[in-house]
């Protein structure tokens, strides 16, 4: 069974305006295997990616990485119900 994978990551404070800009890289890949064998996903291909603006200004890197895994999920849900 293929199950989808999310890839987010952030970066803190890099436009103009103290903005911060968040990326998703969403791909299918083999389920990982049972602990304690460590999970090597193999990538399947992109479907999806997204890489957008957080309008809000955050105060922390946390709080980028957090809003950018917000966000993501948000993409997430209708690509896994489809």
Do not use: W
Not at 22 to 35: D, R, V
């Amino acid at each position: 069974d293929m199950i989808l994978h999310v890839e987010s990551d952030a970066a803190y404070l890099v436009l103009p305006k103290a903005r911060s800009r968040y990326a998703g890289f969403f791909h299918l890949a083999e389920q990982p295997p049972e602990p304690p064998a460590i999970p090597n996903p193999t990538i399947n291909g992109a479907v999806n990616v997204e890489c957008k603006t957080i309008r809000n200004v955050v105060g922390s890197v946390a709080e980028a990485e957090t809003g950018g895994v917000y966000f993501n999920a948000q993409q997430a849900i209708p690509i896994r119900i489809a």
